[in-house]
């Protein structure tokens, strides 16, 4: 088969895909032209493994083949250095500078000896012995942004003329799976029965908890927004919920919305104002932080698997779509920002459910 014919430009520069559908970067090492595997079909990941690509390859003819590395640079200069950036970036905010700062922690706690190594001395063989056991302790996600953090370690190296090559960069992303919900979120009578028993239970914040459950599920919000919601957010004359966030941050994508009241939602909150009776409509609608473990005695109780905070989203969303509300509608009243393209994802499975049994109801019957 010919170049050509192997080789189909992208229309981004440096980009080709492959005939079998591997993207690749072009480029030009030691002056000579060469394919450099992405390892990925899908060209949203290419595009960022390329921009990196691109960096250590500048990098490297940058410094040139016949540079010797004289400075020195350890893990713990390299991570104090990427520490400083992180929390002293002005666009991102505190609880996504808090998250970052996890990031780092897992690194230096999966691979401990890394703060003592010379960054110029790491190979990808160190890089994939760390990613072969750090992917046994940590979700697929997690491991993919400390691999994030690793290769902007070694870009800093790079930057600073302590070596050449990203090692990380030949370190493979973890592979996401799509989560199945079929087998873990409750059905209606199950949900019903577990908060039964939430309220049930003997404790001080008994009641609280079970509010605070409810009011999850029959909103779809995150935990961290659930928080900052008042009463005078609860609109009842218009039926909205008016979502802020943290009064500091925001939302998770910085953007207010207005989710609205449904049945079960506005008959929990008359019920929760009315036991509670708020001196003033800026206090908080939610009394308690958490019910996780009263939860999780709860399932055990009735039989049901445990549900995080965040299964009550997952629960409010399927509801939704079960209920003949689309997917769009539905992103966002969850808050997303693309349109329904998550929420496609995570949920187009009850969209195909819900297409096939409505494709039985039509006929061409006269």
Not at 210 to 225: C, N, P, S, W
Not at 233 to 251: M, N, Q, R, Y
Not at 264 to 279: G, I, N
Not at 357 to 362: E, F, M
Request: glycine share 6%; charged share 25%; proline share 4%.
């Amino acid at each position: 088969m010919s170049d050509s014919k192997t080789w189909t430009f992208t229309g981004i520069p440096y980009l080709y895909r492959h005939t079998k559908g591997t993207y690749y970067a072009r480029l030009s090492i030691g002056g000579k032209p060469t394919f450099r595997s992405l390892k990925t079909k899908i060209l949203s990941v290419a595009k960022p493994q390329l921009n990196e690509l691109l960096q250590d390859n500048a990098h490297r003819d940058e410094l040139g083949k016949d540079t010797v590395i004289t400075e020195k640079m350890t893990g713990a200069e390299a991570l104090a250095i990427r520490e400083s950036q992180l929390q002293n970036d002005p666009s991102t905010k505190k609880s996504t500078k808090r998250y970052w700062r996890e990031i780092v922690g897992l690194i230096k706690k999966t691979w401990p000896d890394f703060k003592t190594l010379e960054m110029r001395r790491i190979s990808v063989q160190h890089c994939e012995q760390w990613a072969g056991e750090a992917v046994k302790v940590m979700a697929p996600t997690r491991f993919n942004n400390c691999l994030l953090i690793l290769k902007s370690l070694f870009k800093i190296a790079i930057k600073q003329g302590v070596r050449r090559t990203n090692p990380a960069l030949e370190v493979k992303r973890a592979k996401i799976r799509p989560k199945d919900l079929s087998g873990k979120l409750p059905s209606k009578s199950h949900f019903k029965q577990w908060v039964t028993t939430l309220r049930a239970a003997r404790g001080r914040t008994s009641q609280d908890r079970a509010d605070f459950v409810e009011f999850l599920a029959y909103t779809g919000m995150r935990l961290g927004e659930s928080k900052f919601v008042l009463w005078k957010h609860c609109d009842f004359a218009k039926g909205e919920i008016l979502v802020l966030g943290d009064p500091t941050d925001g939302t998770k994508n910085g953007l207010f919305r207005r989710i609205p009241m449904i049945a079960a939602a506005r008959e929990l909150l008359e019920k929760m104002k009315a036991r509670s009776k708020p001196a003033s409509l800026d206090e908080p609608v939610i009394r308690v932080k958490s019910a996780y473990a009263a939860m999780g005695r709860a399932a055990n109780k009735i039989g049901i698997a445990p549900l995080s905070h965040h299964d009550l989203r997952h629960l409010f969303a399927t509801i939704c779509i079960e209920s003949g509300v689309d997917i769009p509608t539905v992103s966002r009243w969850l808050g997303h920002r693309d349109g329904g393209i998550l929420a496609m994802k995570v949920y187009g499975h009850l969209r195909n459910e819900h297409s096939i049994a409505a494709a039985g109801r039509v006929s061409f019957a006269a």
